[in-house]
């Protein structure tokens, strides 16, 4: 577009041979116009904005120390898994525990959940369970597993990331007013949100 007005220009000054003594002036108009023009968001790192982006999903300090055992509920994102003979302890990605029976490996018993926002890691050594709790890190007593008892919570334990756990991606920037991001979710969006990794 801006090649075109320049044309125009200097078409115009070849009719208009007084206007030459104008053309840097002109020029100068035309890029200063030019730079004000929205433009497309040039593709990063060779990735189009296909409309859709990474939204965070927030919690209220409140929310998050609501740690507690339920009755069960059933797998849909499984992650970790860690196995005190005949129990496991799975992990349900940003959620919690899912503690289950398994001393029938053809038939395992799904016992109760434990309740953890912004959960997606585990490990355990003897009768201690450690889980993530977005920032916090959690010890659990699981002497009896089929009673997890908290033992511990350990404050500004892991380090906080303002971004999702994916690569070449475009996402909302984290706006802390809101609350402390436990998750994200891909979403529809109308613009290319400002943030991308």
């Not at 959690?138 to 002497?143: A, E, L, T």
Request: charged fraction near 20%; hydrophobic fraction near 40%; aromatic fraction near 10%.
């Amino acid at each position: 577009m801006a090649y075109n007005l320049l044309c125009n220009v200097v078409s115009y000054s070849k009719i208009q041979p007084n206007a030459m003594k104008n053309l840097p002036l002109l020029l100068l108009c035309v890029l200063v116009m030019t730079s004000c023009w929205p433009e497309d968001r040039e593709p990063i790192n060779g990735i189009e904005f296909d409309g859709t982006a990474y939204k965070p999903i927030y919690a209220t300090e409140a929310e998050l120390q609501n740690v507690k055992v339920t009755e069960s509920l059933p797998l849909t994102s499984p992650g970790k898994i860690y196995l005190l003979d005949p129990y496991l302890f799975v992990n349900e990605s940003g959620k919690g525990i899912h503690i289950i029976d398994n001393s029938d490996p053809k038939n395992p018993k799904n016992l109760s959940f434990i309740s953890i926002l912004g959960n997606y890691d585990i490990a355990a050594k003897g009768n201690w369970l450690y889980v993530d709790n977005v920032t916090d890190l959690i010890v659990f007593d699981i002497s009896d597993p089929k009673q997890p008892k908290l033992a511990k919570r350990i404050a500004n334990a892991i380090p906080a990331n303002s971004y999702p756990p994916f690569q070449n991606i475009y996402f909302e920037c984290v706006d802390t007013k809101k609350g402390t991001v436990v998750g994200w979710e891909k979403v529809p969006m109308n613009a290319a949100p400002n943030c991308y990794r």
